[in-house]
């Protein structure tokens, strides 16, 4: 599951750099604030919609069928020939892990920051005015700030220019500005190693700052008036990211935008860029050769969940046939009876992963009545098959066998497979070899 979910973020960020780069080039700069703001969210919520199809996971659960209950459970594990196991640790399992460290992290940033605000309502002198929620405190070096309807400020700040603050925060907190930091806030959590995020974010804090200063000007007050307060009310320290605060954007650009005439049509029409970016985008993140990294990535799992630990191979003799996500697999140079087995740099896979593999196999396996004795089947068959270029399964063979009737079965829906992603060589496909585990234990009902 920890792999899923980083391969899952993985490519939410690629469609966040995406977004962040079409947005800088072709809207940043324009007066549409509200349609910028929207577009913005939408694409963003887009970036991890698209990748639950991309990934398209799936969960296997037991079969019960004609009164049999079959359990089927995975081998990682290839025994070709005479084989020893040797654990290693790949180094996306390293990567999930860090991964799942970070996510913590910014779990406890949340909640912590939540917390402040907490404290700030809690121990606040709580007025109302205008209808506004307004909470005066005595930290002084905190700029006035809005969140979830509740408008806060040093007391200090109140006495000097409280009809202007208020006109500005009030402005936020009718936007729903919160709502969207909640969200980008919710999106940092899954994405936080990637700086597209981190940018969109600031994207998005400006656009507040320029829709509710466009509020404020729509009031009535002084264009004039109203910059002179932002140069006098634009110090002191920002609050949480999940705040608008006073002084959070350059007031040079706040200024400039103000003093800007609004673009609408054409400026609006420059957003459908994004349409051919994303689709590119999407096209790429389909591909053989990404799909098999990301069926890399769904596999591993945290360190401390490994089974094996790292270890050499102790006796020169052993050459190594096979790596995948777990172990490596060795077998004696001079054995007798050995598979060749073709390596590639990128393993073959099943479309969908092992999880899909294995619903497949559940779905068209079936046992004679032969192979059970005194009700019980006990099956452990490895199949070696070589995958071709276009991924076409072919030679199927028995390099474990579990008996006569249940290699026959092992074998036939073997050769039933739809065709891999196949093994690439320098990102080409190459033809390569797959070895797979039937490992069954059923009783019969």
């Not at 700030?120 to 905190?142: A, C, P, T, W, Y």
């Amino acid at each position: 599951m920890a792999g899923i979910f980083l391969a899952y973020s993985l490519l939410a960020s690629t469609l966040l750099i995406v977004v962040w780069a079409v947005y800088k080039c072709a809207l940043a700069n324009t007066g549409c604030f509200r349609f910028n703001r929207i577009l913005l969210l939408s694409c963003i919520m887009l970036a991890f919609v698209f990748p639950i199809f991309i990934l398209n996971p799936f969960w296997v659960a037991d079969i019960v069928e004609d009164n049999i209950e079959i359990a089927f459970n995975t081998v990682e594990i290839a025994y070709v020939a005479n084989t020893v196991s040797e654990g290693i640790t790949p180094i996306w399992d390293y990567i999930v892990t860090l991964y799942l460290i970070g996510v913590i992290v910014m779990i406890l940033y949340f909640f912590v920051s939540l917390a402040r605000l907490m404290l700030f309502i809690f121990k606040g002198e709580h007025m109302v005015q205008d209808g506004s929620r307004i909470i005066l405190h005595r930290h002084n070096s905190v700029a006035p700030f809005a969140w979830c309807g509740y408008i806060m400020m040093p007391r200090r700040d109140w006495y000097e220019f409280g009809p202007m603050i208020l006109r500005h925060e009030k402005a936020h907190i009718e936007c729903h500005h919160w709502i969207d930091l909640l969200f980008i806030q919710a999106a940092i959590i899954i994405t936080w190693y990637c700086p597209a995020i981190w940018l969109l974010r600031n994207e998005l804090h400006t656009l507040h700052e320029y829709e509710a200063d466009s509020h404020v000007l729509a009031s009535g007050v002084k264009r004039e008036e109203y910059q002179m307060f932002l140069i006098k009310k634009t110090v002191g320290a920002r609050f949480a990211t999940l705040s608008n605060c006073l002084n959070h954007s350059s007031l040079k650009k706040r200024i400039t935008m103000m003093l800007s005439s609004k673009q609408t049509g054409k400026a609006r029409m420059r957003a459908f860029v994004i349409v051919p970016a994303m689709a590119l985008a999407l096209i790429g993140l389909a591909s053989p050769a990404v799909s098999a990294v990301i069926n890399e990535v769904s596999a591993a799992t945290p360190v401390d969940d490994l089974r094996y630990k790292i270890s050499e191979k102790s006796d020169s003799s052993i050459r190594v046939t096979e790596r995948n996500s777990d172990v490596m697999v060795t077998e004696k140079a001079d054995a007798a009876d050995a598979v060749p087995f073709i390596t590639t740099e990128t393993a073959p896979n099943y479309p969908g992963g092992k999880d899909q593999l294995m619903a497949f196999i559940n779905k068209n396996i079936s046992f004679p009545e032969t192979a059970y004795k005194d009700g019980i089947l006990d099956m452990d068959a490895v199949v070696q098959l070589t995958i071709a270029k276009d991924g076409i399964v072919k030679d199927a063979r028995i390099v474990k066998s579990s008996g006569k009737a249940l290699d026959a079965e092992a074998l036939r829906v073997a050769r039933k497979l739809p065709n891999f992603h196949p093994g690439l060589n320098g990102g080409l496909p190459t033809e390569s070899s797959y070895t797979l585990a039937f490992n069954y234990h059923i009783i019969k009902q």
